[in-house]
T-cell receptor
Framework: GDSVTQMEGPVTLSEEAFLTINCTYT??????LFWYVQYPGEGLQLLLK?????DKGSNKGFEATYRKETTSFHLEKGSVQVSDSAVYFC????????????FGKGTKLTVNP | DTAVSQTPKYLVTQMGNDKSIKCEQN?????MYWYKQDSKKFLKIMFS???????INETVPNRFSPKSPDKAHLNLHINSLELGDSAVYFC????????????FGQGTRLTVV
């Protein structure tokens, strides 16, 4: 079945460091891809998405590019802030009749001042 | 106005009890979900409803029974609670279609003692 693999955390960075969280997927066809963020004690919220190959999603300084050839959707940010500390989830939308979001295991990011 | 609201936010109960979690969305979405998030933050889909019709039931024990009285509500009833049911349960909704994002509630932290 469809699945998402993202890098294990936790990831700890200093403020203004560069962030990469790797995400690869296995799916039938070309699903839409998403990054969700979960701040402490809250639900998930969409960070960015890409719906077809070579699309780049971006939001709040975060970016991810849909790479069909490597089946990847890595999340990047050039300069992280303390307020970016959260758990990040890569997800894909399964195609076909029973649409659902399949999530990776999440990567906890802590940014220190 | 909260888009997807769940009640209660916290639920502590004894083994063997029966409990319900309620979810309501005011976004006019057709599809609603229940996800379970374990202590390691892993998110797994439990159920999906589309216009009050059950679409997905992902090998969830029979003790869990979703009910959708209308397309804006999806409640989760759990019978004979077990220690292993302790988790955070998230309700979500989406408009439907492969490219649309899901909106999540704040979660219900269930603790079975």
């Amino acid at each position: 079945g469809d699945s998402v693999t993202q890098m294990e955390g936790p990831v700890t960075l200093s403020e203004e460091a560069f962030l990469t969280i790797n995400c690869t997927y296995t799916a039938t066809g070309y699903p839409s891809l998403f990054w969700y963020v979960q701040y402490p004690g809250e639900g998930l919220q969409l960070l960015l998405k890409a719906t077809k190959a070579d699309d780049k999603g971006s939001n709040k300084g975060f970016e991810a590019t849909y790479r069909k050839e490597t089946t990847s959707f890595h999340l990047e940010k050039g300069s992280v802030q303390v307020s970016d500390s959260a758990v990040y989830f890569c997800a894909l939308n399964t195609l076909g009749g029973s649409e659902k979001l399949v999530f990776g295991k999440g990567t906890k990011l802590t940014v220190n001042p | 106005d909260t888009a997807v609201s769940q009640t209660p936010k916290y639920l502590v109960t004894q083994m063997g009890n029966d409990k319900s979690i309620k979810c309501e969305q005011n976004l006019g979405h057709d599809t609603m979900y229940w996800y379970k998030q374990d202590s390691k933050k892993f998110l797994k889909i439990m159920f999906s409803y589309n216009n009050k019709e059950l679409i997905i039931n992902e090998t969830v024990p029979n003790r869990f029974s979703p009910k959708s009285p209308d397309k804006a509500h999806l409640n989760l009833h759990i019978n004979s609670l077990e220690l292993g049911d302790s988790a955070v349960y998230f309700c979500a909704s989406r408009l439907g279609g492969a490219n649309t994002e899901a909106f999540f509630g704040q979660g219900t932290r269930l603790t079975v003692v």
